[in-house]
């Protein structure tokens, strides 16, 4: 089960973190990741982790201002979002995968959690 939290309204050119708590013990035999959804528009990747944290991807349209992280003892992923735009307003969710290149190729995740909502004002 995952369960993010973190999710607010933020001024534009402001920050959040987004968390998502796993879990069960197999925490490290997944991968972890976050995608977003914008109304009226289709689930998009934002980021996404590897098992160890030795390899990350993220979209285009977030490098350098966001930043995701895991602490596997705390069975936690982290999204720094810095630099917040109303492109940025969206439902964020995290998910998990056992295989890292599902997240850039596939919305089919192993895991899903409940979304948290991110709103941007100009």
């Known amino acids: 089960q995952l369960q993010a939290s973190g999710g607010g309204l933020v001024q534009a050119g402001g920050s959040l973190r987004l968390s998502c708590a796993a879990s069960g013990r197999t925490f490290t035999s997944y991968a972890m990741g976050w995608f977003r959804q914008a109304p009226g528009k289709e689930r998009e990747f934002v980021a996404a982790i590897s098992r160890f944290g030795g390899t990350t991807h993220y979209a285009d349209s977030v490098k350098g201002r966001f930043t995701i992280s895991r602490d596997n003892a705390k069975n936690t992923v982290y999204l720094q979002m810095n630099s917040l735009n109303d492109e940025d307003t969206a439902v964020y969710y995290c998910?998990?995968?056992?295989?890292?290149?599902?997240?850039?190729?596939?919305?089919?995740?192993?895991?899903w959690g409940k979304g948290t909502l991110v709103t941007v004002s100009s």
């Open positions: 998910a998990a995968d056992r295989n890292l290149n599902e997240f850039l190729y596939s919305r089919a995740m192993d895991y």
